[in-house]
């Protein structure tokens, strides 16, 4: 069934609405949302946009959700694939894969294609413990093929997420493939504020819970993080049947992750 979302594309509903925060690279990637609206106009002009995009940043920060956004702002089809599923979920098929992903979102132009985790498969090449990494490299080669493949004018954009730049491929990074990188960041006090606002849009508060406090004790908290203290929270406000969600289920629901964080550090050091 994922396999068939994928080669569907379908155009997702997400927009930068929900993407709270992250201004800088909202900005960075308007230019592609006119050039995926209007692609005659560019080409009309001659005008070349980039053609592969590496969204970079720690987890949770949300790479996928940007991705996606700026499918649903454009109104395109949206290919995703996890680069890790090359590896694991299409064994020996992997550079077949890449080419069927490749074509098809080159048939249903405008389009994006959004490899996520691309350092799983974009790794420095030749380096592998023990060698023996020609399904890695091979599939590796493929996108590089792919991309260099593109006409200057060709509506499709490949987005690649990574929290690990440092160990990619040089080759990935030339001119004309993922030359472009948009760095998403944690976020500050203010976006914690904005990315908690989004994401009580539809819980029901109580008069006691202060959204500025809470973004304020929770530093270093990522985007996916304070999803998850929102959920936590409603949780513990169901669990003793309220109706809407008090100051302290937030501050139940930070220990509980705080904690979390905490023991699992200490289980994997
Ligand atoms: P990973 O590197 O772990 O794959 P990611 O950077 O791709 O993470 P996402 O999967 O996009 O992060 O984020 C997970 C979830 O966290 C999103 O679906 C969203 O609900 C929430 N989230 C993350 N960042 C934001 C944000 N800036 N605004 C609103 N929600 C966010």
Known sequence: RQLEAQIKGDIPDTTFEDVAGQDNAKQEVQELIEFLRNPEQFRSLGAEVPHGILLMGPPGTGKTLMAKALAGEAGVRFYPISASEFIEVFVGVGASRVRQLFETARKNTPSIIFIDELDSIGRTRGTGLGGGHDEREQTLNQILAEMDGFAGHEAVIVLAATNRPDVLDPALLR??????????????????????????RHVPLDPTV????????????????LKNLVNEAAMAGARTQSTAVTMANFDEARDKIILGTARSLVISA
């Open 210 to 225: 202060d959204l500025s406090k809470i973004a304020a004790g929770t530093p270093g908290f990522s985007g996916a993080d």
């Open 175 to 200: 001119p004309g493939r993922f030359d472009r990188h948009v760095t998403l960041d944690l976020p500050d006090l203010k976006g914690r504020v904005a990315i908690l606002t989004v994401h009580t």
